[in-house]
């Protein structure tokens, strides 16, 4: 390379979690940013309307226009001299604390000088957020990686005008302002921790600061004479034109019955129900492109996306006991044996209150949905996860019957609900399916885009009867029983199914029987060391070797352990669990929480006391990927000395800690009697101890193996 020439690419030392860590909070980041921008337009008429200052509407968008161009390029300079870090977590600072203080506005003017600092810590944000990626991944790798961000952009330009709508008719115009707090706090939390202060190297020129002087002069002429002519003399015209426009329309409708009512239903201003249909039309026009262009990608790809590998891989490392039983149990609640009773109780109260066009609406978005999502998954042949066993498609049943259920369930009551109320069963209604939908994508049930295509169709269905029920009925109703009979049969009925369905789902999911065999004197010899070294996990520290193999049962294992002061804990439920929080309770009455190899919780757990109180010795022993060819069973064990820590004044836990082999040779020393064989693994280099327990069916004793194998 030339003298005084820089690198295109200073790799970054991050392992693979840590650069998924960053990419996902600069994506929330960049996410907070492109979103302000496209959720005021349509709260911008309310906020006129109670503000006042409709001279001065545009400025909203072009004070933020103007800081946030203006900021980029010196945004973008800085970073490359000082780093990327304080000025990504600056700009968050600053984009949260304005829209903080935006929501709290009592005039025009002052939204307008908020937007104005909002446009600072987006132009920070954008100004770094591609910057980003240079820093992360070599130049072979940045185009699929910048994909992402400009999706974002797509998403904002979908999302943001219908959530803004949504908030500021059923909560508040000040809400939009608001909701960025949460995902840009994540977002901060995320880069803080994980994003090293990188400084490139290498000499830097110095700051043009005529040039910028420069920028900002010729900019914010340019930025106010588009935005004049493409905004304020745009709404005059339409202001002038509004009544003719609106009276053409409202003609075309009387002149083409058939389509005109429905138009009619949208933009008729004597209809109080207008704005709300008028809001469910974009809503679905949005979900249904969102919904077919995820299909026709499946469809092009014949198979799932990258990314839903990606999120089945790492939802199958989060596998663990503790947590598998109460997934299988959420998972179920989208059963028909709870939604069933539920919708039952709803559909005999319409019938019994004689709403006839009401249940014939529930009754039409249960069974429709139903059909419909099983001939899609009849017609659509996706490829299972290979975790799933039959029975499991796209989209997912269980995800988009409760999205219909719960959904249009809210679309029959919320109407009823004060005006800030309304958001509640639509809440509860995201909230269920979400549950729905997580607890299944952990058991590794459905690839994400089964989920994301059940819900998409769900919600798409349930648009539709929404527009058509909201068309048709107009007349109000006594929700209050209804609510009560519906949410309390579906909480009755989980707490009744759950239980019962969790074991039976959870044993769809068991781990495959180990299909590799080993000849028994080629695994003792040399085969042992293709078996894995240390567990596959994306945290580095909780990567612990397996530097114990054995072959045969563990039963008399186990008991030469007992026989040297070694105790064998049982796997610990949520009872010993809740136990840590005891801060009185002696350090040895505590347990040690389990953990996996390939989502497999441990076939024994032995502890042994250490030479402090405070201190453990652990051998944890799971079945490995492979048999030997006579049937005998093959187990990978690892050794850890385990120390007592109190997390946050909350919890003492059991945590491994480095021990330089203490726990390996107490466990060697206790297995003499076997005549194991210790070899260094030859891609780690740790020592790997190999056992064979063998019973002599004559004597009924332990017999090791022949001298010299």
């Not at 020439?5 to 990419?23: A, E, G, N």
């Not at 304005?98 to 005039?107: Q, V, Y």
């Not at 049930?445 to 089964?450: G, L």
């Not at 945590?655 to 107490?666: L, N």
Request: hydrophobic fraction near 50%; charge should be neutral; aromatic fraction near 10%.
């Amino acid at each position: 390379m030339p003298a005084g020439m820089m690198p295109s690419y200073i790799p970054m030392d991050l392992t693979p979690f840590q650069r998924k860590v960053i990419l996902t909070g600069t994506l929330l980041g960049l996410l907070v940013s492109a979103v302000n921008q496209t959720t005021v337009s349509t709260a911008l008429p309310r906020i006129v309307g109670e503000l006042g200052g409709l001279h001065l509407f545009s400025w909203v968008f072009t004070s933020f226009m103007l800081t946030s161009t203006t900021v980029v390029p010196l945004a973008g300079k800085l970073s490359d001299i000082f780093g990327r870090k304080p000025f990504f977590l600056g700009g968050i600072t600053i984009l949260l604390i304005a829209s903080a203080l935006a929501g709290t506005s009592g005039s025009i003017e002052e939204l307008i000088v908020w937007r104005a600092v909002q446009g600072v810590g987006a132009g920070m944000l954008m100004g770094n957020a591609f910057a980003i990626i240079g820093d992360l991944f070599p130049p072979a790798e940045r185009g699929k990686y910048q994909g992402l961000f400009t999706g974002v952009f797509g998403l904002a330009s979908v999302l943001g005008p219908t959530l803004g709508g949504y908030l500021t008719d059923e909560i508040s115009w000040r809400a939009i302002f608001y909701m960025n707090i949460p995902i840009g706090v994540f977002a901060f939390v995320l880069l803080w921790r994980y994003y090293p202060r990188k400084v490139a190297g290498g000499a830097h020129r110095p700051i043009d600061y005529t040039g910028a002087a420069l920028l900002g002069a010729t900019t914010v002429p340019l930025l106010l004479a588009l935005v004049w002519a493409g905004v304020l003399y745009t709404w005059r015209w339409f202001a002038a034109h509004a009544d003719s426009l609106l009276a053409r329309a409202l003609a075309w409708t009387r002149a083409h019955p058939h389509l005109g009512r429905y138009a009619a239903a949208l933009i008729n201003p004597n209809r109080p129900e207008s704005p709300s249909l008028l809001l469910l039309a974009v809503c679905l026009l949005a979900i249904s492109w969102a919904w077919f262009s995820l299909l026709a990608t499946l469809l092009v790809r014949g198979g799932p996306l990258v990314l839903d590998h990606r999120i089945h891989d790492f939802m199958w490392t989060l596998r663990n006991p503790l947590a598998d039983r109460m997934m299988a149990g959420l998972a179920s609640i989208g059963d028909a044996a709870v939604l069933g009773p539920a919708a039952a109780v709803a559909l005999a109260y319409l019938l019994w209150r004689r709403r006839w066009m009401a249940a014939a609406h529930w009754l039409a978005a249960l069974v429709f949905g139903l059909a419909l999502t099983a001939l899609l998954e009849a017609a659509i042949d996706m490829p299972r996860p290979p975790t799933a066993p039959a029975g499991f498609g796209f989209p997912s049943v269980a995800v988009t019957m409760t999205t219909i259920t719960f959904g249009f369930f809210a679309v029959l009551i919320a109407r009823e609900l004060p005006g800030r109320r309304r958001v509640w069963p639509y809440l509860l209604a995201g909230v269920v399916t979400t549950v729905v939908g997580f607890a299944r994508l952990y058991l590794g049930a459905h690839w994400p885009s089964d989920l994301v295509g059940g819900t998409l169709f769900g919600i798409l269905w349930l648009l539709a009867l929404g527009f058509a029920y909201r068309r048709h009925v107009a007349r109000s109703m006594w929700m209050r029983p209804l609510a009560w009979s519906f949410y309390g049969v579906f909480a009755v009925a989980a707490l009744w199914h759950a239980p019962r369905a969790a074991d039976p789902l959870l044993a769809k999911f068991a781990v495959a029987v180990p299909t590799r065999s080993l000849a028994a004197e080629d695994w003792w010899q040399r085969d042992w060391a293709t078996l894995p070294d240390r567990r596959a996990e994306a945290d580095i520290r909780r990567r612990w070797p397996l530097d114990l193999q054995v072959a045969g049962p563990l039963a008399p294992l186990q008991a030469a352990l007992e026989a040297q002061g070694w105790r064998v804990q049982p796997q610990a439920d949520w009872l010993a669990t809740l136990g840590l929080l005891d801060d009185d309770a002696p350090v040895h009455e505590l347990v040690v929480l389990p953990a996996t190899l390939d989502a497999q919780a441990e076939s024994l757990l032995m502890l042994h006391d250490g030479e402090q109180v405070t201190e453990l010795h652990a051998l944890r022993l799971w079945p490995a990927p492979a048999t030997l060819d006579d049937g005998t069973p093959l187990w990978l064990g690892s050794t850890q000395t385990l120390r007592a820590t109190r997390l946050f004044d909350v919890a003492t836990l059991w945590q491994p800690e480095s021990d330089t082999g203490h726990a390996h040779a107490a466990v060697r020393g206790a297995l003499q009697a076997f005549n194991g064989i210790e070899s260094p693994h030859p891609v780690s280099g740790m020592p790997v101890l190999r056992v064979r327990t063998v019973v002599d069916v004559d004597a009924g004793n332990l017999s090791p193996p022949a001298s010299g194998q």
